[in-house]
């Protein structure tokens, strides 16, 4: 697979698709999903953020590369001092990759060591690719194997994991995350909702890759997952200035001891879905990272903050989003959360 990233960073075991599959609009996805159409099966037209939302995206990258540096080099030494130094990083395509680049990165600069780094896809309801399992498994032993994304939401993602990974003998489903504010792992940088400036942008953070595609008249029976590459917005591509961006505060980090909420994010967000009357819970996805990308990808009905959040500057990137797509901005009391987004459910659905 195709990507901007350097290969001695990560293997991308993907096939590229690029060219077979016709993007839709946000408006026609949508309806789709909500009439039963698999996300997987569809391509979202990539945003492409206004000047103004650079400006806060930068502004953001300024501020919250320590908490994120802070984080990565927390989640590094949990992941040695657990997997020890023949660990091999799996990062969940795409959100997961410039973690797992940064996570390599980090325990190259600390440990001097280098630990192999692959992405595969896995897809909520669909699971994991499993000739991409069979690939790393003919390479490293089960032990060995540690999955990376980038946060986690309400834990849908490692659900899918836990179930799928059964049928592997010693696989360990402990999913690495710089992020968990639902507190469902202990493996992670922090439990702080906090930004990771990845979050606010698609495939020009992410190595120029799209979100990963299932589709049984693209993929075969012994094919990877397939993801296209955006070779034309390779003159917006900050893959590499984000994780610079974060590598310049590795010498001055300290390991953060953030103290998670009681009880778990799932549990709240079937509160806040009851308070709104809404039905299927996977339409309220919460957190920073989970609210930026509903309003970059999805039909927003509104965005939920936390008060004590609503003037945060770590939420600037979102309000200006919400304002350019019209969306309302709700305050709301959170708990394990600062924002959540809500999509808007579609009446013809």
């Known amino acids: 697979m195709r990507s901007s990233y350097k290969e001695e960073d990560v293997v991308l075991l993907l096939k590229d698709i690029t060219g077979m599959i016709e993007p839709k609009s946000t408006e026609e996805r949508e309806r789709l999903i909500q009439s039963g159409k698999h996300y997987c099966e569809m391509l979202p037209l990539e945003y492409v953020p206004t000047q103004k939302y650079m400006d806060v995206y930068n502004q953001s990258l300024a501020a919250f ?70 690939y790393i498994l ?105 994780i610079e961006a974060i590598e310049k505060k590795f010498s001055d980090v300290a390991v953060d001891d953030f103290i998670p909420e009681d009880g778990n994010g799932r549990d709240e967000v079937v509160e806040i879905a009851s308070h709104f009357g809404i039905d299927d819970i996977n339409l309220v996805k919460p957190g920073i990272g989970e609210a930026t990308r509903v309003l970059l990808r999805r039909l927003p009905w509104k965005i939920i903050v936390d008060k004590r959040y609503m003037d945060s500057p770590q939420l600037s990137h979102l309000l200006k989003l919400a304002e350019e797509k019209n969306v309302p901005v709700e305050e709301y009391p959170l708990r394990h959360y600062k924002c959540c987004g809500i999509i808007k459910k579609l009446a013809d659905a």
């Open 138 to 242: 003919e390479r490293h032993s089960p032990a060995q194997i540690l999955f990376v994304d980038g946060w986690i939401g309400k834990g849908a993602i490692l659900g899918e994991l836990k179930k799928e990974l059964s049928d592997y003998k010693n696989v360990s489903s402990d999913l690495a995350v710089i992020s968990d504010p639902a507190n469902i792992t202990d493996l992670c940088g922090t439990h702080e909702d906090i930004l990771i400036p990845s979050s606010c942008l698609n495939s020009t953070v992410s190595g120029l890759i799209s979100r990963t595609v299932l589709r049984d008249d693209l993929i075969g029976p012994d094919d990877f997952h397939g993801a296209v590459f955006y070779g034309e917005l390779k003159d917006s591509d900050l893959s590499y200035s984000f």
């Open 65 to 134: 590369s320590k908490p994120v540096a802070n984080a990565v080099a927390c989640l590094s030494q949990k992941i040695i001092a657990r997997k020890g130094k023949d660990v091999a990083l799996v990062s969940l395509a795409r959100a997961g990759i410039p973690i797992g680049i940064l996570i390599k990165h980090y325990i190259a600069w600390k440990y001097k060591i280098s630990v192999p780094h692959y992405s595969i896809s896995i897809i909520r309801g669909r699971g994991i690719d499993r000739n991409a399992m069979r």
